[in-house]
């Protein structure tokens, strides 16, 4: 199994541009959601999804869109791109959310 | 609202010695708490969690306690060991929304 994988790792974007942050997962997970990590902030949850077809906000959901046609891919869309979009981004899935959450690696976007 | 909150910020012990890091939620339906270990530009990984009708739970050198009454729980390491140094994060489940949200961090450093 490759787990949880993102794509890609490293991203540079000027402002006003956007982009698709890819996440896929082999575990037929039902629950996914995508974490932005800002020194000092911890992992704020951006959106979540608890099945194919059903997708929430988070706590920062400003700027960004997610869909959930299948059970594997959660893809994070950023619709203008502003310096502020400057994170980590996380994605992770698990069996629900008393469950373990298994985090992909990673994606470092900078916007400038 | 939805939040955890998470201390100290920074802990430093020395090797052998015990650390300990709180956390308190805001929802007294809050029913799981899982702790997470960060090592420098690694993923978040699942260390050690607890369900709210246990009151403490032990693997090896960590434990975490529950106190729901007042809303709060703790990680507990003894025995330090400099590979224990990395950020923990903990987390709480928010019944009403289904969200999992998380702590600020504490950046741990063990010294030998």
């Known amino acids: 199994n490759a787990g949880v994988t993102q794509t890609p790792k490293f991203q540079v974007l000027k402002t006003g541009q956007s982009m698709t942050l890819q996440c896929a997962q082999d575990?037929?997970?039902?629950?996914m959601s995508w974490y932005r990590q800002d020194p000092g902030m911890g992992l704020r949850l951006i959106h979540y999804?608890?099945?194919?077809?059903?997708?929430d906000q988070g706590e920062v959901p400003n700027g960004y869109n997610v869909s959930r046609s299948t059970t594997e891919d959660f893809p994070l869309r950023l619709l203008s791109a502003a310096p502020s979009q400057t994170s980590v981004y996380f994605c992770?899935?698990?069996?629900?959310?008393?469950?373990?959450?298994?985090f992909g690696p990673g994606t470092r976007l900078t916007v400038t | 609202g939805e939040n955890v909150e998470q201390h100290p910020s920074t802990l430093s012990v020395q090797e052998g010695d015990s650390a300990v890091i709180k956390c308190t939620y805001s929802d007294s339906a809050s029913n799981y708490f899982p702790w997470y270990k960060q090592e420098l530009g690694k993923r978040p990984q699942l260390i050690i969690d607890i369900r709210s009708n246990v009151g403490e739970k032990k693997d090896q050198r960590i434990a975490v306690t529950l106190n729901k009454t007042a809303k709060h729980f703790s990680l507990h390491i003894t025995e330090t060991q400099p590979e224990d140094s990395a950020v923990y994060f903990c987390?709480?489940?928010?019944?009403?929304?289904?969200?999992?949200?998380f702590g600020t961090g504490t950046r741990l450093q063990v010294f030998p």
């Open positions: 987390a709480a489940r928010y019944i009403n929304t289904d969200k999992l949200i």
């Open positions: 575990m037929n997970h039902e629950y």
């Open positions: 999804s608890v099945g194919a077809g059903i997708t």
């Open positions: 992770a899935s698990s069996d629900g959310l008393v469950y373990e959450q298994y």
